[in-house]
């Protein structure tokens, strides 16, 4: 049972199946240049009915699990309360120091803002599934190679947010990291050896897309 | 050898893929969750308490208070030899001594119910007005004329010199916002009680805990493996640490509590604001005369706590007088603590600032003029040195930045839209000692395992241990497994003072030396499997605990006290300090002013390296913080209330990656055979020290504008409307 | 956090006839989009409202040409805008006001419909301990007198000097942009620059949006020579931080002569605001030192400081200079 979130077995009225998957239609369609929302949707006017303890199915690290949970839940909090995922960092709870990043659907958040009732369908990436089978992802490599870290308390949100600039396209140089890992406090200042790690970390992760 | 491998840290593996348990990782079942309440008035007194909205929160189990307190009483304050951070503790009566001061715990089932049960809490306060900052009437000023240093005539000194600096600096208060929140788990087994908690001082936790809970200190176990960054703020034991164990035992269940960024600014420690009326003379060849730094510092009403670091700035150079004092300023405040090199940061932001002022009045080199005061032995008592690199770090740091094209010209210098200019300093450290136990288990398959109660907050002690000890005893440092942070373990120093490794590595040498005593190996010689044969036994371990030779009787007595006793800096019989050079160079936008920093070169000498790749990150990350220092960091007062407004790490700014450009730091060869056994200096706060200075000479030389305060903002900067 | 029923309907119509009015107090019902400021602000108890209604995919996502304009949905997210060759290109000022802001995680989830409608990081705002006129009317304004450097300049008023904590808009108002809002009586649309209201003696009320009216997208009127745009932000550190003063700057010029110039203010003033004064003065002036200073006096003439920020007013003059120069300097390549 939730530690965290509720924890209780209360069950308000749940999210009906259709309006859900109406959602991710929605989602599906939020990319550039297409407008599937609105009028598209407005014959669709299965209202869900709102609930304090929604019922939310989403995959973490590959792992799909279902999950009804106090709506107040934010991502942060489950994964390391409720699954003991602890690689995930707390370090303001309020988007402002870059800790808790993971990907979601591939893109870096910070996961203390990310309620997990909004997660239906998402794929959450955390910092324990990304190396396979006690291989490290090149990127957990290269910031050992290059000193990224000292007391390592950022480095789970660090290297998440690495992937993720890489993947943006935003580590063609060295000013570009540092712009783009600036979302990432780092206490101890190893920001040196982080840019370093990501410039060797780059074009692996490119080509691993 | 005085540079070390730079050998990879042995715990990365574990940091990278999100292994390494902090004090809030660790799995306790099912625990209960607290939330701290704090006060929001500066001063006066809880009237009343309504907790009816939040014990009508689902699973809300207990709201405590001083009207409901918990069996706690207040240890010993760290800066009168005990291990509390403050003197008091929460709930002992009703009154508020400062903005947000802790004045309820609630405990309930959830992390939700207890966040939103806290935020409930209707707390009805009779006010008064704090005198919370400089320049309030209220404050009280103490005196602590044993603290201050005399020699020679002063004013007979500044009257001899042909020009003078004779300024008042300032500081603005700092908070350590270590990425990690602070946080406490308890869980008792009968009357067993371990305790997760983030903590450079395990012993000193261990036995505060013991001693705030009236149970023996051998029932109370504190883990701590992995620190998400200390520099300070996590030396002194908690406020709230012995209150949720108090709760966990109340409530027959692990109680876990996370202290939110915003109360982390109010119910930890923090580094002061200063005022500090500075005094340099020197004749017109430039040798000092005159030397007096006079500090006044704010602590809280109750608390006698100064960083005094007029003792430290009074050794570095020539003078032919010399005189400190230091005065504590009790306000309605938090009591401040260590943070990262707590007396030279704020301190030599004021010296290093003078001595550049003083170079532009006698139009001489500010490099020069260091090397014209440059000493063998500290001028208050003409104690040598046991080593002093100091114009080697000049020279080396000199040469990398470029410093030969110095021009001392205010505006000499632009770049496209921004004015350039280059300034540089001293930084310096004490080298300090502690008491340090070690046990060391070696065996015939080549493996040694190392326990000590040290601490790794980032500064690669894991690492520079496991080295330590396979260069001991002549094995690969792979073979070599280390674990630290648990009180359970033999006593280590606090990692506090730039301390920890002089110490373990005293202490792992010592008892290396035993092993081979007994084996008869060298280090050089080792083949263990061919050694245990001629041994006759399948392992040995060994237990050494090394005092430092400057230690009293009393101070070696600390060992096994849970109390820090820590020797070195301006000694009787010598004088022991790591030294720095750091260049900066600033560019100021020559329109709206934002000041940043493109390049930062260090370098410095501190004796034998461990470990060439963290000692640099080290120096790097407190170079960086020395960027926050100069140009960000600013913990901001309501002077009417006394909030920090501020207490939060969007506004409260630390560098970013951004701030950082070119940073460098040049590791200085340096042998001391006579500061400790190992000959180690410590590394992990010179960074910081002297790099404000040398940014606001710099902002200095670009714009003119001579900033004698800490954080410079653009407003300082900026042509009047 | 207070307790909160989550619901996510089918489509923005059937949203805006869910979500119950808030009031000004935080009560009722708030929209969830990217929710970086809702959720945090939530958090610390100074929104509490009793349902959040899910429209981030329901709102249209993407920039493209409609009807000679530019039609940006609301939610496109600021990472998606940011990189996109119509604002990179076509308006530099509105890519770079986006990616000068927040972090890039923030960015990822943000959406421009809610970008616009960010609140203040008036410190006394977010501290429901303090008096504040815009979270509680009627409780006083503690930042007057309080500790207010970052606080706003221009557009104040004795109830509130809450600085607007937003970038892009600062950018989006220099050019003619219609927002598309659907509500409980339809849709219509408004001209962004009457979306914002000063604070006045109501400063809780921020727009003119109704409380259950959902921003949908914006039609943006960008002239040809847009392309002549920055956005000009001066922060105490170099990246993810709040401006202390920014300029979005947009010049029609014919040499060195200025045909028509645009100022937006950021950092500085309670809405997103419009510099129309010193535009009007730098219509047909040469660009110097001199007359690009002038038009930052001009903006700043009915500036007020509150003690702490009174370096604002300099400063944001020598920003307005920063900006026109910076503005100026850029080619067709966008090149400097």
């Known amino acids: 049972m939730a530690k965290t979130p509720g924890g209780t ?3 308000g009225p749940r999210v009906s199946r259709r309006g859900l998957l109406q959602g991710s239609v929605a989602s599906g369609a939020a990319a550039l240049g297409n407008f599937a929302g609105g009028a598209a949707q407005a014959q669709a006017d299965a209202q869900a009915t709102g609930s304090t303890t929604p019922t939310v199915s989403f995959s973490i690290n590959g792992k799909t699990q279902t999950a009804t949970l106090d709506a107040r839940t934010t991502l942060l909090d489950y994964l390391r309360e409720d ?32 309620l997990m009732a909004t997660l239906e369908g998402s794929e959450v990436t955390t910092i324990e599934g990304i190396s396979d089978e006690g291989e490290l992802h090149p990127m957990q490599q290269a910031f050992i190679d290059n000193d990224g870290f000292q007391c390592g308390y950022c480095t789970p949100g660090q290297i998440m947010s690495a992937i993720g600039c890489v993947r943006e396209g935003h580590a063609g140089s060295a000013p570009e990291i540092r712009e783009y890992m600036s979302g990432n406090l780092c206490r101890c200042g190893a920001y040196k050896g982080i840019v370093a790690a990501v410039e060797q970390a780059r074009d692996q992760v490119e080509e691993a897309g | 050898m005085s540079i070390g491998n730079p050998v990879h840290r042995i715990d990365g593996k574990l940091k990278v893929t999100g292994s390494a348990n902090y004090a809030a990782d660790f799995s306790v079942g099912t625990p209960l969750y607290a939330e701290l309440v704090t006060s929001t008035v500066g001063l006066g007194r809880v009237t009343s308490i309504d907790d009816s909205a939040a014990r009508a929160v689902p699973g809300v189990r207990a709201v405590y208070s001083h009207a409901n307190p918990l069996p706690v009483d207040a240890a010993d304050f760290f800066g009168a030899g005990g291990r509390a951070q403050q003197s008091w503790r929460p709930f002992e009566s009703a009154d508020v001594r400062f903005n947000g001061e802790i004045v309820g715990l609630v405990v309930a089932d959830t992390l939700i119910g207890a966040r939103e049960a806290a935020r409930s809490m209707r707390v009805q306060y009779e006010e008064q007005d704090p005198a919370a900052v400089f320049g309030a009437s209220g404050l009280e000023p103490e005196d602590l004329p044993d603290r201050g240093l005399s020699m020679g005539d002063i004013e007979q000194a500044m009257e001899a010199s042909s020009q003078r600096v004779e300024e008042t600096y300032t500081t603005y208060a700092n908070t350590h916002n270590a990425m990690e929140l602070f946080s406490t788990t308890a869980q008792w087994a009968g009357d067993e009680l371990t305790v997760y908690v983030p903590s450079q001082w395990v012993e000193g936790f261990a036995a505060g805990i013991a001693e705030e809970l009236g149970i023996d200190a051998a029932r109370v176990r504190v883990v701590s493996p992995y620190v998400g960054g200390g520099f300070g703020g996590k030396g002194s034991l908690f406020t709230w640490t012995a209150m949720v164990a108090a709760a966990a035992r109340d409530q027959g269940r692990p109680v876990k509590l996370y202290v939110t960024r915003e109360q982390g600014f109010t119910t930890a420690s923090y580094r002061a604001e200063t005022e500090q009326d500075f005094r340099l003379g020197a004749t017109a060849d430039g040798r000092f005369t005159g030397f007096e730094h006079q500090g006044r510092e704010i602590s809280s009403r109750a608390d006698t706590y100064v960083v005094n670091g007029g003792e430290n700035t009074a050794r570095m150079y020539h003078a032919d007088a010399v005189r400190t004092g230091v005065t504590c300023i009790h306000a309605d405040r938090q009591t401040p603590g260590f943070m990262r090199a707590p007396p030279e940061a704020p301190y030599f932001f004021a010296l290093e600032s003078g001595v550049d002022e003083l170079a532009w009045k006698l139009s001489m080199d500010p490099v020069e003029l260091r090397r014209i005061n440059d000493i063998d032995a500290e001028p208050v008592n003409g104690v040598p040195f046991t080593s002093r690199s100091l114009m080697e770090c000049y020279d080396a740091a000199a040469e990398r930045f470029g410093w030969s094209d110095y021009e001392q010209t ?14 540089c300093a001293t930084a310096t450290y004490p080298t300090q000692m502690g008491p340090c136990a070690v046990r060391i288990h070696f065996d015939a398959t080549g493996q040694a395992r190392v326990w000590v109660a040290s601490h790794d907050v980032g500064t690669g002690a894991y690492t520079v241990i496991a080295q330590a000890t396979a260069l001991a005893l002549g094995i690969p440092v792979d073979s070599v497994k280390v674990e630290l942070g648990d009180s359970r373990l033999p006593p280590g120093t606090i990692a506090g003072g730039s301390i920890s490794t002089a110490s373990n590595v005293s202490a792992i040498e010592m008892a290396v030396a035993q092993i081979h005593d007994r084996m008869g190996t060298t280090a050089e010689t080792m083949d263990p499997t061919a050694a245990f044969e001629a041994f006759g036994q399948r392992a040995i371990e060994e237990y050494a605990e090394w005092i430092p030779p400057a230690a009293s009787r009393q101070q070696a007595k600390t060992l096994y006290n849970g109390k820090v006793a820590i020797v070195g800096g301006a000694e009787e019989d010598y004088t022991a300090f790591a030294f720095g050079a750091q260049f900066a160079e600033v560019r100021v936008h020559k329109y709206t002013r934002e000041i940043r920093v493109p390049r930062l070169i260090g370098a410095f000498a501190a004796g034998r390296i461990m470990n060439e790749q963290t000692a640099r990150s080290q120096y790097l990350g407190g170079m960086i913080w020395g960027i926050g220092h100069a140009l960000l960091e600013k913990t901001e007062v309501d002077p009417r209330n006394g909030k920090i407004v501020n207490a939060n790490i969007a506004e409260y700014l630390v560098p970013t990656n951004a701030d950082v450009q070119e940073l460098e730091a040049i590791l200085v060869p340096e042998t001391d055979t006579k500061v400790n056994p190992a ?8 960074g910081i020290v002297g790099t404000a200075a040398a940014i606001a000479n710099a902002v200095y030389h670009a714009t003119g504008t001579r900033v004698r305060h800490t954080p410079i903002h653009v407003e300082d900067l900026l042509p009047q409307a | 956090m207070k307790s909160f029923a989550y619901q996510k309907p089918a489509s923005a119509q059937a949203a805006v006839g869910m979500v119950d009015p808030m009031s000004a107090a935080g009560q009722g019902g ?8 809702v959720l945090d602000l939530m958090k610390l108890h100074v929104l509490t409202p009793d349902s959040l209604t899910d429209v981030k995919t329901l709102l249209p996502a993407g920039i493209e040409e409609r009807d000679g304009a530019l039609y940006v949905g609301a939610g496109t997210t600021m990472a998606a805008a940011a990189e996109h060759p119509a604002f990179r290109d076509r308006a530099p000022a509105l890519s770079d006001a986006l990616w000068k802001a927040a972090s890039p995680q923030l960015r990822n989830v943000a959406t421009l419909g809610g970008n616009v409608l ?9 501290d429901v301990a303090s008096a504040c006129n815009k979270r509680e009317p009627g409780s006083g304004c503690a930042a007057t007198e309080g500790v207010n450097r970052l606080l706003a300049v221009l557009g104040t008023s004795e109830d509130c000097i809450a600085t607007y904590a937003g970038d892009w808009a600062n950018a989006l108002i220099l050019f003619d942009t219609q927002v598309e809002v659907t509500g409980p009586e339809g849709d219509r649309t408004i001209a962004f620059e009457d979306l914002h209201t000063l604070p006045g003696d109501t400063p809780a009320v921020e727009t003119t949006l109704g409380d259950a009216d959902l921003i949908t997208g ?3 009127d960008l002239p040809d020579w847009a392309w002549r745009s920055v956005y000009t932000k001066v922060r105490d550190r170099e990246s993810y931080a709040f401006a202390v003063a920014s300029a979005a700057v947009a010049l029609d010029m014919e040499e060195d002569t200025i045909r028509e110039a645009r100022i937006g203010l950021g950092g500085v003033a309670t809405v997103p605001w419009r510099a129309r004064a010193a535009e009007d003065y730098l219509a047909g002036k040469t660009l110097t030192e001199e007359t690009g200073l002038e038009a930052g006096r ?3 003439a009915d500036a007020r400081g509150w003690g702490h920020n009174d370096f604002k007013i300099p400063l944001g003059q020598q920003t307005i200079l920063r900006g026109l120069m910076e503005a100026a300097a850029l080619t067709r390549e966008g090149t400097q």
């Open chain 3, 298 to 300: 001009i903006a700043f």
């Open chain 1, 9 to 11: 077995n209360r069950e």
């Open chain 1, 83 to 114: 699954l003991d995922l602890t690689g995930t960092k707390v370090g303001c709870n309020h988007a402002q120091c870059g800790a808790c990043t993971v990907l979601i659907d591939g893109a870096r958040v910070n996961s203390c803002l990310t």
């Open chain 3, 118 to 126: 960010q609140r203040t990081r008036c410190p006394y705002f977010r």
């Open chain 2, 410 to 423: 205010v505006g000499a210098r632009t770049e496209g839209d921004w004015l350039v200019g280059w300034g």
């Open chain 3, 218 to 220: 914006y039609l943006i």
């Open chain 3, 30 to 37: 708030a929209f969830l989009a990217g929710g970086t400021t």
């Open chain 2, 679 to 686: 000959g180690v200096k410590g590394i992990g706060e010179i």
